[in-house]
């Protein structure tokens, strides 16, 4: 069983930093995807920041590139996003992702991710 433990949201002012942190439990396989998604009030779940684990470049939404780094361990147990400059747009339920049949073509499309965290939030004032 793969469970996905986020950590790390809370309240900023615009212009302040967070680290979300993601553990990850469970046999998932190799070469899938891991990624932070975000869901603001009335709006359609987006992906933020995902990466392949079998290689590739890390995606970033438009809206957060420069301001925001996805990382992970070597171990791939844990998945972090530091999230800096945040501004008011940045508000919304952050979840972690992990996707067993995506890969590094799909990491934006929330439908290839297949094991979801229970969400984080962040508010951005």
């Known amino acids: 069983q793969v469970q996905l433990v986020e950590s790390g949201g809370g309240s900023v002012q615009a212009g302040g930093s967070l680290r979300l942190s993601c553990a990850v439990s469970?046999?998932?396989?190799?070469?899938?995807?891991m990624g932070w998604f975000r869901q603001a009030p009335g709006k359609e779940r987006e992906a933020a920041a995902a990466?392949?684990?079998?290689?590739?470049?890390?995606y970033y939404a438009a809206s957060v590139k420069g301001r925001f780094t996805l990382s992970r361990d070597n171990a791939k147990t844990t998945l972090w996003l530091q999230m800096n400059s945040l501004k008011p747009e940045d508000t919304a339920m952050y979840y972690c992702?992990?996707?067993?049949?995506?890969?590094?073509?799909?990491?934006?499309?929330?439908?290839?991710?297949?094991?979801w965290g229970q969400g984080t939030q962040v508010t951005v004032s």
């Open positions: 469970g046999y998932i396989g190799s070469g899938y995807c």
């Open positions: 990466l392949y684990t079998g290689g590739g470049n890390t």
């Open positions: 992702a992990v996707g067993q049949a995506c890969y590094s073509g799909s990491l934006a499309l929330p439908y290839e991710y297949n094991y």
